[in-house]
């Protein structure tokens, strides 16, 4: 028998989490949450792994979770380590990942007492969780019960919601007891998730405004779709008054999809033209719009949106247009519309192909005699992603540059866009490289490399982890958007320029280090980063022009129009 902690709350969660299979265990280290650390390490079913930087384990626990679809523990010590779990605790909130921070807590009655390493953390991170469950010492049967019944509630609700929860666990010395494990007699209950499809008169209504909308727009974003989704679709894309607009992180690769928004909206936005591509039909499906150009045209035409129904239990007014709200699986919505046969020339779904492609054209023109910089170094380290291979967008500039470019068959897109902090884009990616045998990379800018560089120091079981970190002296976002260089303080303040190097940081986690600064030796780089001879994971930092840039997508974008 496996021998585990001897304290009884520790027991009904280290029970519970086996029962239900929720096998992979992301550990920081410390002293009050040492029983969680001895139970799950002595028992081989298991996967654990410790990472010092509570910040990082959230992230790299995300990743895990991300990649294998499965819920990802999360145990650290009391005190201010808790907190650092509130980043990506977020980032799962709004990606639906089923995190489960596990806390370990002084006793309640030394909170506020002058005793070391303890806050309130009952309720801390309730902002960021779907709930909270707050353990008790169990002294008695009615305590084990209690115990029991709320880690029962909050696996299951992680599990039913696909949301992180939090367990805090009081722990009272002495905290490295074990005895063997046993599993407790108590009943454990399962939620039951039922999908109430929408009544005859309600899917009627529906599909007479469907049948009677000339232009309709399915917008699908970030975390879209589930099971049938992208077959659904294929019925419905060759519908002429139908657009099917995708952000790279959708994943929903197909020829006529319009899956380069801001540069094919470049083509008339700010035009007269602009109304004629506002749908009176909107449908979205999934978390946050990455196309700042899309929401702001969109939010100026709001009146011209009849109906916009979003697709989710989510409240999600992005465009000010809501009208319905539909809990119901997509392929099942559209599976009950019928696609029009009827030819139109200038359909809504046709107008928006022809300036898709349209602007492919000039998009591949602008490019043949392309300046260095990091608009040209995007395009050629896209070029070279392996088939197969997991891309994780970093934030800011990197994401909205990927976005330019056509969706890549085969490859996989994610990005830290529930809420879009620069804070474990590294972390995130080794959780992923950890779950999955195909080849991941990440591109980052410099600053958010930065931030996350401890990310690095969890070697194991990455040799299939590449990163790109593309070096423009600083927070180049700043650069690109409307305000920040008009002001003095944008350099040092906003933008925190920032010209050094990486390669110390790099070379002191052990990670191979490699180097371009120009489209010769970026070429040389990337055939290096990718060779079948390197063990990972390894880093290639481009450097480019760091004023020269943004001014380079600024003339981009001119040449669309």
Same mark, same amino acid.
């Given at each position: 028998?496996?021998? #585990?902690?001897?304290?009884?709350?520790?027991?009904?969660?280290?029970?519970?989490?086996?029962?239900?299979?929720?096998?992979?265990?992301?550990?920081?280290?410390?002293?009050?949450?040492?029983?969680?650390?001895?139970? *799950?390490?002595?028992?081989?079913?298991?996967?654990?792994?410790?990472?010092?930087?509570?910040?990082?384990?959230?992230?790299?626990?995300?990743?895990?979770?991300?990649?294998?679809?499965?819920?990802?523990?999360?145990?650290?010590?009391?005190?201010?380590?808790?907190?650092?779990?509130?980043?990506?605790?977020?980032?799962?909130?709004?990606?639906?990942?089923?995190?489960?921070?596990?806390?370990?807590?002084?006793?309640?009655?030394?909170?506020?007492?002058?005793? /070391?390493?303890? #806050?309130?953390?009952?309720?801390?991170?309730?902002?960021?969780?779907?709930?909270?469950?707050?353990?008790?010492?169990?002294?008695?049967?009615?305590?084990?019960?209690?115990?029991?019944?709320?880690?029962?509630?909050?696996?299951?609700?992680?599990? !039913?919601? !696909?949301?992180?929860? &939090?367990?805090?666990?009081?722990?009272?010395?002495?905290?490295?007891?074990?005895?063997?494990?046993?599993?407790?007699?108590?009943?454990?209950?399962?939620?039951?998730?039922?999908?109430?499809?929408?009544?005859?008169?309600?899917?009627?209504?529906?599909?007479?405004?469907?049948?009677?909308?000339?232009?309709?727009?399915?917008?699908?974003?970030?975390?879209? /779709?589930?099971?049938?989704?992208?077959?659904?679709?294929?019925?419905?894309?060759?519908?002429? =008054?139908?657009?099917?607009?995708?952000?790279?992180?959708?994943?929903?690769?197909?020829?006529?999809?319009?899956?380069?928004?801001?540069?094919?909206?470049?083509?008339?936005?700010?035009?007269?033209?602009?109304?004629?591509? #506002?749908?009176?039909?909107?449908?979205?499906?999934? /978390?946050?719009?990455?196309?700042?150009?899309?929401?702001?045209?969109?939010?100026? $035409?709001?009146?011209?949106?009849?109906? $916009?129904?979003?697709?989710?239990?989510?409240?999600?007014?992005?465009?000010?247009?809501?009208?319905?709200?539909?809990?119901?699986?997509?392929?099942?919505?559209?599976?009950? *519309?019928?696609?029009?046969?009827?030819?139109?020339?200038?359909?809504?779904?046709?107008?928006?192909?022809?300036?898709?492609?349209?602007?492919?054209?000039?998009?591949?023109?602008?490019?043949?005699?392309?300046?260095?910089?990091?608009?040209? %170094?995007?395009?050629?380290?896209?070029?070279?992603?392996?088939?197969?291979?997991?891309?994780?967008?970093?934030?800011?500039? %990197?994401? =909205?540059?990927? !976005?330019?470019?056509?969706?890549?068959?085969?490859?996989?897109?994610?990005?830290?866009?529930?809420?879009?902090?620069?804070?474990?884009?590294?972390?995130?990616? %080794?959780?992923?490289?950890?779950?999955?045998?195909?080849?991941?990379?990440?591109?980052?800018?410099?600053?958010?490399?930065?931030?996350?560089?401890?990310?690095?120091?969890?070697?194991?079981?990455?040799?299939?982890?590449?990163?790109?970190?593309?070096?423009?002296?600083?927070?180049?976002?700043?650069?690109?958007?409307?305000?920040?260089? =008009? &002001?003095?303080?944008?350099?040092?303040?906003?933008?925190?320029?920032?010209?050094?190097?990486?390669?110390?940081?790099?070379?002191?986690?052990?990670?191979?280090?490699?180097?371009?600064?120009?489209?010769?030796?970026?070429? !040389?780089?990337?055939?290096?980063?990718?060779?079948?001879?390197?063990?990972?994971?390894?880093?290639?930092?481009?450097?480019?022009? =760091?004023?020269?840039?943004?001014?380079?997508?600024?003339?981009? *974008?001119?040449?669309?129009?």
């Amino acid at each position: 028998m496996n021998e #585990i902690s001897d304290i009884g709350s520790v027991r009904t969660v280290v029970q519970q989490m086996l029962q239900r299979q929720i096998l992979d265990v992301v550990l920081s280290p410390g002293s009050r949450n040492a029983p969680f650390i001895l139970s *799950f390490n002595a028992v081989e079913d298991f996967s654990t792994q410790s990472v010092l930087d509570e910040r990082s384990a959230g992230f790299v626990a995300l990743g895990i979770a991300q990649q294998k679809k499965k819920p990802v523990a999360l145990s650290c010590t009391s005190g201010s380590a808790v907190a650092n779990y509130a980043p990506a605790l977020s980032e799962a909130y709004y990606q639906r990942i089923p995190l489960i921070a596990i806390t370990a807590d002084r006793p309640t009655a030394w909170i506020d007492q002058g005793e /070391g390493q303890s #806050i309130r953390q009952v309720g801390l991170l309730d902002n960021v969780v779907i709930a909270s469950f707050n353990l008790v010492s169990e002294q008695s049967e009615e305590d084990q019960w209690y115990n029991h019944r709320l880690v029962n509630e909050a696996l299951e609700t992680a599990l !039913q919601e !696909q949301r992180p929860v &939090h367990i805090n666990v009081p722990l009272t010395e002495p905290l490295y007891g074990v005895s063997p494990i046993e599993f407790s007699s108590s009943t454990s209950f399962k939620k039951i998730k039922t999908t109430s499809l929408p009544g005859v008169q309600e899917m009627d209504e529906l599909k007479s405004v469907w049948g009677r909308a000339e232009r309709i727009m399915i917008l699908a974003t970030d975390g879209a /779709g589930g099971e049938g989704f992208g077959k659904s679709l294929e019925v419905l894309a060759d519908d002429p =008054r139908i657009a099917i607009v995708t952000e790279t992180n959708a994943n929903l690769y197909r020829m006529g999809n319009i899956s380069c928004i801001d540069r094919t909206i470049e083509a008339f936005i700010g035009s007269k033209e602009e109304k004629e591509y #506002i749908p009176d039909l909107l449908i979205t499906i999934g /978390g946050n719009v990455i196309s700042k150009k899309l929401k702001a045209m969109f939010r100026r $035409h709001k009146t011209s949106i009849r109906e $916009h129904w979003h697709l989710g239990k989510e409240v999600m007014d992005t465009f000010q247009s809501l009208t319905r709200v539909i809990d119901m699986a997509p392929a099942d919505l559209f599976r009950s *519309f019928s696609p029009t046969s009827e030819a139109v020339a200038d359909g809504f779904g046709v107008r928006w192909k022809a300036r898709f492609f349209e602007t492919e054209q000039k998009h591949q023109q602008y490019l043949q005699d392309c300046p260095y910089s990091d608009l040209k %170094v995007m395009e050629l380290i896209l070029e070279l992603v392996p088939e197969g291979a997991v891309l994780q967008m970093g934030n800011s500039s %990197v994401v =909205r540059y990927i !976005q330019l470019f056509n969706q890549i068959r085969d490859v996989h897109y994610y990005g830290n866009r529930g809420v879009s902090g620069i804070e474990g884009c590294t972390s995130t990616a %080794v959780g992923a490289a950890q779950a999955t045998d195909r080849p991941v990379l990440l591109i980052s800018g410099d600053q958010a490399f930065r931030y996350d560089s401890n990310a690095l120091n969890v070697k194991d079981d990455v040799d299939n982890l590449r990163i790109i970190v593309i070096n423009n002296g600083g927070g180049n976002i700043f650069r690109i958007i409307d305000g920040p260089t =008009r &002001h003095e303080v944008n350099e040092g303040f906003i933008e925190k320029k920032d010209e050094s190097s990486i390669e110390g940081l790099v070379k002191y986690h052990g990670a191979v280090y490699l180097q371009a600064n120009d489209l010769e030796s970026l070429d !040389q780089g990337l055939e290096a980063l990718w060779s079948a001879d390197l063990r990972g994971p390894a880093v290639l930092e481009v450097f480019t022009p =760091r004023v020269e840039s943004p001014e380079v997508l600024k003339d981009y *974008f001119k040449s669309l129009r």
